[in-house]
């Protein structure tokens, strides 16, 4: 969560829904950073300890 270079966000519009009753769940991924990062926080290369903090 630190390496914040891979964080975008992409607006998703659905017709008819979600219903009162639905859950909209979109995934999307990607295969490496923004292109133009200004997020700050860790490099990729700059991690330490591989548990998903540092």
Known sequence: AYVRS?????EVGISDGPRP???LF????????RVHN?????????????DGLR
Not at 26 to 33: H, K
């Open 6 to 10: 891979h964080f975008d966000a992409m």
């Open 21 to 23: 009753d639905e859950i």
């Open 26 to 33: 979109c995934l999307a991924i990607t295969c490496g950073p």
């Open 38 to 50: 200004r997020m700050g926080g860790l490099a990729a290369g700059d991690i330490k300890a591989w």
